[in-house]
């Protein structure tokens, strides 16, 4: 179908359906089962039997089956099948760690895949992009990405950037006329949208007329099928350091095999242990442990409202030393209620807050009737005119009994809504003001303006320009004010009476809006906004105010003590701002604050001069965003920046941590960022930037852990080599450790809470190494230890009972196995074992009981002690196997506590 060659009516009828209504939820499911869901197709994944399969290409894993196969083949059954067993155990835990990473990733794609505003049943709602049909009404608002192909039925002011599908840089105008030509290109369809492109400008309202596969975007889809996967820097450092680890085990495996041959051993035992050693010191699961951790990470985050688009982001909030927050809605709680006005030089205030439309008013002091104002009631009506919000009053059946509750529910910008509440709470309806006035056009509100317009035309045929805005730019513009009941000139002193009062407003952390209007010619044609936005009259002022989250206050204080610093960005007054962030502790003593003609006149060198000392931006447009986080960045800071509009999109992605509003974000910028707050709540950021730092050192737990379980095994084989003892632990019990010991414990730690004092830290150099902060010590010192305790009660058996050697050995695998399930616990703190609570981690406390039953069943269940050759250990064996197991952890760390302690006191 030439959709842009059908008028209005024929598309709808078309695609059976009711402009008003839109379609019904049955008639949406119908479709959806028709047309399928509403997205490309993706290159066609692995099935879960290859990644299975792929567990085992592992050149060690692969030695170490061709060794089990010569076990075999030598009648060493019992060996052989064991090892399999346990080779296909290992498999089958790398398997499900890596579908969960995988899924996890595909939640998160689904979390923050875009949404549509679309008429359902007389309602306008909101539904993820994948939900929609053709025959949908859509609803499209600057900033907005749209996800399917539509015919443009209403449209205001609206362009699109469809470079992604056109290659025109520059956004398009769409208009909703007809075009009569038979053969139009696409980058000419000006009735027309198309799904991946951006709404950069404007409103309007157009008809789905395909989706997925059939949409223009769908029949390039092939370009969009090649998918990377992503790879957080940390990931990186750990496969390079992977490989040397892998070079040096397989180096210090060799030297046991050789000196043990030389020493006298079979040469098939020394190899099958040297593989066995090999298979259980080389990390080859650190990079997917790296993973399962983020992945588990980002869960809890979400949990916490912060949706995480880009994995390295989870690294860079350990690192965040700066936090440049929006404050509508991030800091307060974007539920603006207007509670002061000032119109003809007169003073009002008004009670009530939220969306209820009641309230008194007040005229200097005194009750007052709002509808014996004729100039209150011009500044009231014409605030709601100029508006696209609406306010609707739902009921909702709550709790057991069902009760019915109704509620007021603003679609829109709050702002706006409060002038719609503010002006319901005078006696106005919506209905009323459409039967004395009708809308013939809109200049929508943006950055660069301050205002919005609309021109109206009155029951008499009258036509108005009316504007709103900020108070300052509205003044420029106005040639008169109303004052009393007359109009007089707009002098010095009425401009300079007037910013008083915005003054005062601001003060009293007031968001002021002012209102002005203009009669129109009657044959005056406003084309363009600068047109109708000039010679305007002056109303009045309506001041609102946006209480902050009551949670925010210590939100912002603990982040101080991180030594994270907030930064409020703002486009209120200089005064509002300032009182603001004086009441959240943001503005301090000390502090400055720096508003946008400032920063206008300032290059990047010269704002980085000050900008340290800046705490507070106010009357900022969007593109000065991006001009502050440069000059952070150049401080050495790594910038955490806030945004939700379409011009906030360069700062998001030019900030180390892009951070879009969930809420009130346009799609623009949720593309841009790397995490959404799906509340739009600063507190959310603090609990993101916690979680972040607490992922970043459960992966250095696990590394810690692991290597150091690692050393010690190594070690225990090397020294008792060069010895020339007898082997302390045979190839099967090597494996074992390293399937129950080491996985099990150092999963668990993936999910360990943050320590009491991570946001007591400073913020980590994005510079600072894994192995930072003494981890390489504690790793080279526990690991030795381990391995030494291990060797020390083996020689000890060995001589006590020269002739049991499977005695000996089976000492040496409980003390080794013992020694590292205490060890686990010392690897929950940076300072000690004695530091936090053994039991707070249940996750950990399971697995260490899991792997100690299933250690105590290997020694005392007889068909798996002729298995993993080991005897039942008697009470002196204990007692000897326990002590030497907690030398390394309860001795050592106990010794460094009271050094710790002894330091604090001084």
């Avoid at 490309?40 to 050149?59: H, I, M, N, T, Y």
Wanted: net charge neutral; aromatic share 6%.
């Amino acid at each position: 179908m030439k959709w842009y060659q059908m008028p209005e009516n024929d598309v709808l009828h078309a695609l059976q359906v009711d402009k008003h209504d839109g379609l019904s939820e049955q008639e949406v499911k119908k479709r959806l089962r028709t047309y399928g869901g509403n997205k490309l197709e993706e290159k066609e994944r692995p099935s879960a039997l290859f990644v299975f399969f792929g567990q085992f290409k592992d050149f060690m894993v692969l030695v170490l089956l061709a060794a089990t196969l010569i076990s075999g083949l030598l009648g060493e059954y019992i060996d052989a099948l064991t090892i399999m067993v346990i080779v296909l155990l290992n498999g089958i835990l790398g398997f499900v760690q890596e579908r969960k990473a995988e899924k996890s990733l595909d939640a998160l794609k689904e979390l923050s895949a875009p949404q549509m505003t679309v008429l359902r049943e007389g309602r306008w709602v909101k539904v993820l992009s994948t939900q929609v049909v053709p025959g949908d009404l859509v609803k499209l608002t600057s900033g907005d990405r749209i996800g399917a192909d539509l015919r443009l039925l209403e449209t205001s002011g609206l362009r699109i950037e469809e470079s992604s599908l056109t290659g025109e840089s520059v956004p398009v105008y769409k208009m909703e006329q007809v075009l009569v030509p038979s053969n139009v290109e696409i980058a000419d369809q000006s009735n027309m949208a198309f799904m991946g492109t951006l709404v950069t400008q404007g409103s309007g309202v157009g008809v789905i007329v395909a989706t997925g596969m059939k949409t223009e975007m769908g029949k390039i889809a092939h370009l969009l099928q090649e998918t990377t996967t992503l790879v957080t820097p940390l990931q990186r450092r750990l496969e390079q350091l992977g490989k040397i680890l892998i070079a040096v085990a397989l180096v210090l495996t060799a030297l046991v095999v050789l000196i043990g041959v030389v020493q006298g051993h079979a040469l098939y035992t020394m190899i099958l242990a040297g593989v066995s050693l090999a298979v259980a010191a080389i990390p080859e699961g650190l990079p997917a442990i790296v993973t399962v951790a983020l992945a588990l990470g980002v869960q809890r985050m979400i949990k916490r409202k912060a949706i995480v688009r880009k994995l390295p982001a989870v690294e860079t909030l350990g690192c965040a030393s700066v936090i440049c927050s929006d404050k509508t809605g991030t800091l307060t709680q974007n539920k603006m209620t207007v509670t002061h006005l000032w119109v003809g030089g007169a003073a009002w205030e008004v009670t009530g807050g939220g969306y209820e439309p009641e309230g008194t008013f007040f005229k200097h002091g005194k009750q007052a009737d709002p509808q014996q104002s004729r100039r209150l009631q011009q500044l009231l009506s014409y605030g709601w005119l100029c508006n696209n919000a609406t306010l609707e009053l739902r009921t909702e059946k709550q709790g057991l009994l069902r009760r019915q509750k109704q509620e007021y529910v603003l679609d829109g910008d709050p702002t706006e809504g409060a002038l719609v509440v503010a002006a319901m709470k005078a006696g106005y309806d919506q209905e009323e003001l459409s039967q004395h006035f009708s809308r013939e056009k809109e200049f929508p509100f943006d950055s660069t303006r301050k205002m919005m317009s609309v021109i109206v035309k009155g029951r008499n045929g009258r036509r108005y320009v009316i504007t709103k805005g900020a108070p300052d730019v509205i003044l420029t513009q106005c040639r008169s004010l109303v004052y009393g009941t007359a109009e007089e000139p707009l002098t010095p002193a009425r401009k300079n009476e007037v910013g008083q009062v915005v003054n005062q407003m601001a003060a009293q952390a007031l968001r002021t809006i002012a209102i002005a209007y203009r009669p129109l010619d009657r044959e005056e044609d406003c084309r363009q906004a600068f047109e109708a936005e000039r010679g305007l009259i002056f109303i009045g002022l309506q001041g609102m105010i946006d209480p902050p989250r009551p949670e925010v206050k210590e939100a912002i204080m603990e982040c101080r003590q991180a030594g994270i610093k907030t930064v409020m960005i703002t486009g209120d007054h200089k005064g509002t701002a300032a009182a603001i962030a004086g009441q959240l502790g943001i503005l301090t003593a000390g502090g400055k604050v720096l508003d946008g003609a400032t920063l206008s006149k300032w290059s990047v060198a010269e704002l980085e001069q000050v900008v340290d000392d800046v705490a507070v931006y106010a009357r900022v447009s969007p593109e000065h965003k991006l001009k502050i986080v440069k000059a952070l960045q150049a401080r050495g800071h790594i910038v955490a920046m806030t945004g939700d509009g379409v011009n906030d999109a360069p700062a998001i992605k030019a900030a180390n941590i892009g951070i879009a509003m969930g809420i009130t974000g346009t799609d623009v910028a949720k593309e841009a960022s790397s995490l959404i707050l799906s509340d739009d709540n600063f507190a959310t950021i603090k609990a993101a930037i916690k979680e972040g730092r607490n992922i970043y050192e459960n992966i250095r737990k696990f590394i810690r852990y692991m290597m150091a379980s690692n050393v010690g095994e190594i070690l225990v084989m090397l020294f008792a080599m060069m010895l020339g003892m007898p082997l302390p632990l045979v190839a099967i019990q090597i494996l074992w450790i390293n399937l129950v010991t080491d996985g099990l414990p150092a999963m668990a730690l993936g999910m360990d809470q943050a320590e009491g004092d991570v946001m007591k830290r400073p913020p980590r150099s994005p510079t600072e190494g894994v192995f930072a902060r003494g981890l390489t010590w504690k790793i080279l010192s526990r690991g030795f230890m381990i391995g030494v305790v291990t060797l020390v009660a083996f020689s000890l058996t060995l001589e006590a009972h020269p002739d049991e050697l499977i005695r000996a050995q089976t000492v040496a695998f409980v003390t080794l196995v013992m020694a590292q399930l205490i060890h686990v616990f010392d690897c929950r703190s940076e300072y000690s074992i004695y530091h936090r609570n053994l039991f707070e981690n249940r996750y950990l406390v399971g697995a260490v009981l899991i792997s100690t039953l299933l250690m105590l069943a290997v020694i005392y269940y007889p068909p798996l002690q002729v298995i993993f050759h080991t005897v039942a250990l008697t009470e002196r064996e204990w007692l000897l196997v326990l002590a030497m197991a907690s030398i390394p952890t309860v001795v050592l760390g106990g010794l460094q506590f009271m050094k710790r302690s002894k330091a604090a006191s001084k």
